[in-house]
């Protein structure tokens, strides 16, 4: 089993739908989570931390299931702007040492 | 924010050649600095993670002869390929880890896209 899985999609989705993705990991002494939002050709770039409670930051939510090894994001009213692909990163159990997913490529369409 | 900046940006090399890539922490100390490769369409592998001072641990796979990492100030990571290869061809991109009021994360450089031919 990979350390960090996603689904590499493509999402394709409408102006305005919401959509989630979810991230599997498979170390259970992970600590840190991460989504990341990365453009075609360029860096990745944090998009949001993710909380034991869960965390929201405007149209994007962010949820930890440590039972089941899992983290989400939820992106509601989905613009144009949003079409990226969204890197999950796990870090190494007992360790600052990130593992990417492959990431979720999501295109939302007028 | 925390700035890490990434050169070159794009480099076209012959195989056979060493190319190397530096990243800066611009702000801030990067007393940790990883490094990735990214071939189109993959995740970011893990290559190595470099300390300053100290020795960079490589991952499970990858050369350390063939890819050279010198971190030798708190601000300064470079990464050399050595004797490329078509193969070699990708996009390596570092990223340091940085911390704030929110906890810590991570700042990537802006990535080089190596092509050697």
């Known amino acids: 089993r990979k350390e960090v899985e996603q689904d590499p999609g493509p999402f394709n989705v409408p102006e305005g739908a919401t959509v989630a993705f979810n991230c599997t990991y498979s170390n259970s002494a992970s600590q840190s989570f991460f989504w990341y939002r990365q453009d075609c050709r360029k860096e990745p770039k944090l998009l949001m931390s993710v909380y034991s409670s869960g965390n929201e930051d405007g149209r994007f939510t962010a949820q930890l299931n440590r039972a089941s090894q899992y983290i989400s994001l939820l992106i509601r009213d989905s613009k144009l702007s949003d079409s990226a692909t969204y890197l999950c990163?796990?870090?190494?159990?007992?360790?600052?040492?990130?593992?990417f997913g492959r990431g979720t490529s999501l295109i939302v369409h007028p | 924010g925390a700035v890490v900046s990434q050169h070159p940006s794009r480099v076209i090399c012959k195989s056979g050649t060493s190319v190397k890539i530096e990243c800066r922490s611009l702000?801030?100390?990067?007393?940790?600095m990883f490094w990735y490769r990214q071939f189109p369409k993959q995740s970011l592998m893990l290559m190595a993670t470099s300390n300053e001072g100290s020795k960079a641990t490589y991952e499970q796979g990858v050369e350390k002869d063939k890819f050279l990492i010198n971190h030798a100030s708190l601000t300064l990571s470079t990464l050399t390929v050595t004797s490329a290869h078509p193969e070699d061809s990708s996009f390596y991109i570092c990223s340091a880890r940085t911390s704030g009021a929110e906890g810590y994360g991570y700042t990537f450089g802006s990535g080089t896209r190596l092509t050697v031919v």
């Open positions: 990163v796990v870090n190494k159990g007992g360790s600052y040492i990130p593992t």
């Open positions: 702000d801030f100390q990067a007393t940790t």
